[in-house]
């Protein structure tokens, strides 16, 4: 693990983020901020003090993470090979935690995004999203064309498929980090999957950008209605389900939208 210092500092010196950074010790030894973090608790703040996160770093066991059960399972096959055999080196874990935030939100994300590309270069480390269920790079951590501003869905919300009553389910993972339902969408075929995608990441930007959605507004001609009816999946979590009109599937009304929305 790097110093304290070298991931959060008021000056940015070295490449840190700007910001502060402290362990919560007993301790008023300022070289503790110079030594590679070990075991333990650190604040973490931004500079107009107004996000403030919690760094507990713990060994693998601790957390009870297991890498060869990710890299053994189907997520695999989302990951590259620098990304396994980063997870598979892992032993030491670094856990982070709002404490608060602005109340714009897209400055606080932005900050834990800096922290967690900044530890994760250091560390040589994979940044885990337990939310969205993604394991990325330092590097790709960032999208390229990202709003000014404002939070991009695409950083923090992962989109997801499975099969379903002999079709095919979408759904987004990762809203309910910003309190907010995830998003699903029904009765579709593998080859309309890609549009579903591209459908719910412009739903989820709308929704982060212009507020919350309730049943029975509508996003271009699909409603939104609950969801999350099979629990196995969804137990504790809100849904909604993007519905096409009547008498239309969901894959015909994505092609008849297939332009940015």
């Keep these: ?144 064309d990202r709003p000014e501003g404002a939070v991009d869905a695409r950083e923090h919300v992962s989109m997801n498929r499975r099969p379903m009553s002999g079709a095919e389910q979408a759904f987004t993972l990762g809203m309910r980090k910003f309190g907010l339902p995830e998003i699903e969408m029904n009765g579709l075929l593998e080859d309309e999957m890609r549009l579903a995608h591209q459908y719910l990441m412009q739903l989820c930007q709308r929704i982060l950008k212009d507020g919350p959605v309730s049943p029975g507004d509508s996003f271009g001609p699909f409603q939104l209605a609950e969801g999350g009816f099979d629990r196995a999946q969804w137990e504790g979590i809100p849904v909604l389900e993007a519905l096409p009109p009547t008498r239309s599937t969901a894959g015909e009304t994505l092609r008849s939208i297939a332009v940015p929305l």
Aim: glycine share 8%.
């Design 1 to 144: 693990m790097p110093a304290i210092r070298d991931v959060v500092a008021p000056k940015g010196a070295g490449g840190a983020v700007l910001g502060f950074g402290v362990p919560l010790t007993d301790s008023n030894d300022k070289s503790l901020l110079e030594i590679p973090m070990g075991r333990g608790i650190y604040a973490l703040a931004s500079p107009d003090r107004k996000t403030v996160m919690r760094l507990r770093v713990l060994s693998k066991e601790e957390a009870g993470f297991d890498p060869e059960a990710i890299v053994s399972s189907a997520m695999a096959l989302t990951l590259s090979q620098e990304a396994m055999a980063r997870l598979r080196g892992t032993w030491l874990l670094g856990q982070l935690t709002f404490e608060s935030h602005d109340p714009d939100v897209a400055p606080s994300m932005d900050f834990v995004l800096d922290v967690c590309v900044r530890l994760a270069e250091l560390s040589e480390g994979v940044v885990a999203d337990p939310l969205s269920q993604r394991y990325r790079l330092p590097q790709d951590l960032r999208t390229l």
